[in-house]
């Protein structure tokens, strides 16, 4: 049985409903936080079980990436599964601002939601096949979102990167399959998180619940619960799938 597992972005929000999930369910859980160290500590000494580490790090880095990989690896003696949920959502729309904020808003999503997931997948791969028991069994799993598929007009790089994301989580899931590595992701709705409950409490909250026909929005739970399953129970034969989590808000 899989047992260490590798949860970006876990200080707060989804990533720590997350890694707690996967604790609940008897991993050693590696939490890492771009720069709140404190939060990732205060994540992994609430989790069950014993073990868990803290890493931190700037994933838009590839330096860094390799760094908060070979850290986690290194603390809890090996890795099975990583999930990549550390992201950003970052307003940019195409008919305002400078061509220059444009530029630095592109630059900033791409690498933080796509070359950095991208960047960790290649480190784990090889992290498993070169490992002594061999490669099967190790798990993929990413955060997208169902913005990939409905388009996000205030936050188009946002919606790019989420779909590029998608992708390559397909794309992996049949790269690795002959290796016995399993690669798939979720695709969230608006989900409560810190970072969304401006919007949820304004103006515009009533009708960001209303896209749901449940009249309300995901807790960072329900999300952790369908990324749990994907990492420690889901039958091989999922691999290469994108679920769907955000209430019948968007249906494809």
């Not at 330096?63 to 970052?90: K, P, T, Y």
Request: proline fraction near 6%.
């Amino acid at each position: 049985m899989s047992t260490n597992a590798l949860v970006t972005g876990a200080g707060r929000g989804i990533g720590a409903a997350i890694a707690a999930a996967l604790a609940e369910a008897g991993y050693t859980v590696a939490v890492h936080a771009g720069h709140d160290a404190d939060a990732a500590r205060r994540v992994a000494d609430a989790l069950p079980g014993a073990g868990h580490a803290v890493v931190v790090g700037d994933l838009s880095s590839p330096a860094e990436c390799q760094r908060v990989f070979a850290e986690a690896v290194d603390q809890l003696g090996g890795l099975d599964v990583l999930v990549n949920n550390a992201g950003i959502f970052r307003a940019q729309p195409v008919t305002s601002g400078s061509f220059a904020d444009w530029q630095e808003a592109w630059r900033q999503t791409i690498d933080i939601n796509l070359t950095a997931p991208a960047n960790l997948c290649r480190l784990m791969a090889g992290h498993l096949i070169e490992r002594p028991a061999g490669p099967a069994g190790g798990r993929l799993v990413n955060v997208g979102s169902r913005g990939a598929y409905r388009g996000e007009p205030e936050n188009p790089a946002y919606g790019a990167s989420k779909a590029g994301l998608h992708s390559l989580t397909q794309s992996l899931a049949v790269a690795l399959a002959p290796h016995g590595i399993f690669s798939a992701a979720v695709a969230p709705g608006f989900v409560d998180t810190r970072m969304g409950r401006p919007a949820l409490e304004g103006a515009s909250g009533a009708a960001i619940r209303a896209q749901s026909p449940f009249n309300r929005v995901a807790e960072p739970e329900e999300v952790a619960a369908t990324v749990a399953w994907l990492a420690t129970a889901a039958p091989e034969w999922v691999s290469g799938t994108v679920i769907d989590v955000n209430g019948a808000s968007h249906l494809r």
